[in-house]
């Protein structure tokens, strides 16, 4: 074995020689790649700012002096960020000294390494903590680190060339990762208008649905070998030239000097891209276009929950809530009563929450297009409720809306949370206690995004893609069971709860009109891609007219309500953080035998639709939530509206949003022509809707029980 060499970690020399037989000038590793990867950032950082400038909906345009802005901010985060991202360069620096092959120090590390992956291996580790893939990774991390050392601790002659393989993959993996997260961010950009929020990573969360997504909905094997050929072509171009030095890197004192400099650009990037990311325009998209994609997205991780009381304005404790008990119609006991009587006849309910079903796919609403056909006939018989809005811009924000009727909570979801248990607040508790059979049925796994979880313990029995046995699917994607075997699910269900004798409720989840979008053939007519959003869009509307069709030979359908309503917009992005049209759903309450068709105009929001229901067919309950009764004359029309930290509060013509480090914006709303609107900032607050946005906003996030 060689003996020791005094080698410690620093940032690279400057310094480069030439070889003089070949005319190829020898370069340090680490600042070679790390200079390369900064140009190469910084380039494609620009790239990628023009490309989704120009993806922006038609009725969105910037200044001059907007571009300027967003793209000179642009330049300076990806600077930062850029440095920042070189931080495991410098720790895989630390590696390229040929002291730890000295026996003794080879020695304890081979031992060192063979005991954490025997750790890994054999016990409960700490990874098990973090569950999903994070033991597997551990396992598979540290045996390469063990086969790789012990490789070249024992074979001396592999060193150089396991070195320079080494260098030359780190390389490509810091290329093929930053092509494949820029076209990422190209992705959802398209469909969600924004760059990497917490979406994305509650995406990372779920692996298996996001991959298989993916899969689906692009030819992903032929993209990845073009960014494999397109990841060898740049360190190619970049690199013909040079070659890397791979031994004698660096010696204390420069190390020493050479950290200390990284690491104060480190810290001065981190701090500038906290400022920058704080930055804010009238113009949402230009907030969007001077972020940095990667940066948005570790601060997503970080911050996904928020507490409350830190990043908000507030109200005292007792006024806050004196005001939210008389805004929600709730006595001093935080209760109120809703229904006439609990007739002997209780009617069953089935509310269809679907998939991103924006109110403008609707011909009702102004789509020329013919999507909804099924949707378009039933409204006609139905009671309509043509101003309500979502209250946030996803699945569960959906569905935490229309099962616990209270304002959407700054941060993840009261569904995701593990303090679920809501107690009397679940709309599936309260028909439980009236007698009623609840469930909640869905065509993919529930364990997505928790809703198994949730509803399990809120009072629901859940029925998901696991209950339905294989010879009863007829099409099923990444995300479950088509629309149509999930209602054919139901039917059997409801059979079954009808023979029990028992009132049933059942919340049924859809998921047919979601990327990849795709369906059965065969049901629907498509000019042109089948699979697109609106082609799911016609599906969907196929397989509910079905389901209503189906339902109609059944015993039990005289007496039973559906409520048809999605659980989001297809998008939620525009020129402000809030844009109220983004956040307009259809609703329908069809129930010929029961209810009298009817046009309800009132602006209301998701949280009012149950409560209001609950009122129509007379179902005598105390509850505590929020949501009101629409039809009730003491109702003041309002809706709320959400992203996971901008709270919107939407009555009369001011939209009044709450955001983190407790700033408060309110818009002067007007409608457009073209069914969306203008918000436009007011110079002079209305203090007393700032007060009722802060009212329900702090008593939803701050004092609602959880069991």
Same mark, same amino acid.
């Given at each position: ?49 023009? $490309? ?10 910037? =200044? ?114 930053? +092509? ?139 006024? &806050? ?103 009397? +607040?679940? $709309? ?12 909640? $049925? ?39 069971? &088509? ?64 389901? $209503? ?22 998008? =939620? ?13 259809? &609703? ?120």
């Amino acid at each position: 074995m060689s003996g020791p060499h005094l080698y410690l970690l620093t940032l690279p020399k400057n310094k480069q020689t030439m070889d003089k037989r070949t005319n190829v000038i020898t370069k340090n590793p680490i600042n070679f790649i790390g200079t390369r990867f900064l140009k190469l950032y910084l380039l494609i950082g620009f790239i990628l700012r023009i $490309i989704l400038m120009w993806n922006v909906p038609e009725d969105s345009s910037f =200044s001059f002096w907007e571009i300027i802005r967003f793209l000179s901010v642009g330049f300076v985060t990806d600077i930062c960020m850029a440095i920042l991202l070189a931080l495991p360069l410098q720790i895989i620096n630390l590696g390229l000294n040929e002291a730890k092959y000295h026996r003794v120090t080879g020695w304890i590390i081979e031992l060192l390494l063979t005991i954490a992956f025997a750790y890994v291996l054999f016990f409960h580790t700490i990874f098990h903590e973090y569950g999903g893939g994070a033991p597997k990774i551990a396992r598979i991390f540290l045996g390469w680190k063990l086969f790789s050392f012990s490789i070249r601790f024992f074979i001396p002659r592999t060193r150089e060339t396991w070195r320079k393989v080494s260098l030359y993959t780190t390389w490509a993996v810091y290329v093929f990762l930053l +092509l494949c997260v820029t076209a990422g961010e190209y992705i959802f950009w398209g469909e969600f208008g924004v760059r990497y929020n917490f979406i994305a990573v509650d995406y990372l969360i779920y692996t298996h649905e996001v991959i298989g997504n993916i899969m689906e909905s692009y030819s992903i094997v032929p993209l990845i070998g073009i960014t494999l050929l397109l990841t060898a072509a740049i360190i190619f171009l970049q690199s013909r030239h040079y070659k890397l030095k791979v031994t004698h890197l660096y010696n204390a004192k420069k190390f020493l000097i050479h950290l200390s400099i990284y690491m104060v650009l480190a810290i001065s990037s981190y701090f500038i891209l906290q400022g920058t990311h704080a930055l804010q325009s009238n113009n949402q998209y230009v907030t969007q276009l001077e972020q940095n994609g990667a940066c948005d997205f570790v601060i997503a991780f970080q911050s996904n929950k928020l507490e409350y009381d830190k990043f908000y304005t507030m109200l005292p404790k007792q006024q &806050c809530v004196s005001q939210y008990r008389q805004q929600s119609g709730l006595n001093k006991e935080g209760k109120k009563t809703i229904g006439e009587s609990l007739a002997p006849q209780r009617p069953n309910i089935v509310l269809i929450t679907v998939e991103s079903l924006s109110a403008d796919f609707l011909t009702r609403y102004g789509n020329k297009e013919n999507l909804t056909p099924q949707l378009d006939k039933l409204m006609q018989g139905s009671i309509v409720f043509d101003s309500l809005y979502a209250a946030g811009n996803r699945t569960v924000r959906g569905l935490e809306a229309l099962s616990l009727c209270i304002p959407p909570s700054a941060g993840e979801s009261i569904i995701k949370r593990k303090a679920n248990r809501m107690g009397n +607040l679940s $709309i599936g508790r309260i028909l439980s206690h009236l007698g009623y059979k609840s469930q909640f $049925i869905y065509g993919g796994d529930s364990y997505f995004d928790n809703m198994g979880d949730f509803f399990s313990h809120n009072g629901y029995e859940v029925i998901d893609r696991k209950n339905i046995p294989d010879n009863q699917v007829t099409f099923a994607n990444i995300w479950g069971v &088509c629309d149509e075997d999930i209602f054919n699910k139901s039917l059997q269900v409801f059979d079954k709860d009808y023979q029990s004798k028992l009132p049933f409720f059942a919340q049924i989840m859809t998921t047919s009109n979601h990327r990849p979008y795709t369906y059965p053939s065969g049901r629907i007519k498509v000019d042109g891609d089948p699979n697109t959003r609106e082609a799911a869009v016609k599906y969907t509307d196929y397989a509910i007219g079905k389901f $209503i069709n189906d339902a109609r030979k059944k015993a039990w359908f005289q007496n039973t309500v559906f409520v048809v309503i999605a659980d989001h917009c297809a998008s =939620s992005a525009g020129k402000t953080s809030l844009p109220i049209d983004r956040y307009h759903i259809p &609703c329908l309450i069809y129930a010929p035998a029961i209810l009298q068709p009817r046009k309800i105009e009132t602006i209301c929001s998701q949280i009012d639709v149950m409560p209001t229901l609950l009122s129509l067919l007379k179902l005598r309950c105390t509850v505590s939530f929020t949501g009101q009764d629409i039809l009730a004359p003491t109702y003041h029309p309002h809706a709320f509206m959400a992203t996971y930290q901008d709270l919107g509060y939407l009555e009369g013509n001011r939209l009044t949003v709450l955001s983190p480090v407790r700033n408060i914006r309110q818009y002067i709303v007007r409608p457009l022509h073209d069914g969306t609107f203008e918000e436009q900032p007011t110079k002079q607050m209305n203090q007393e809707l700032v007060r009722k946005a802060q009212a329900y906003y702090q008593y939803t996030n701050l004092y609602v029980k959880v069991q």
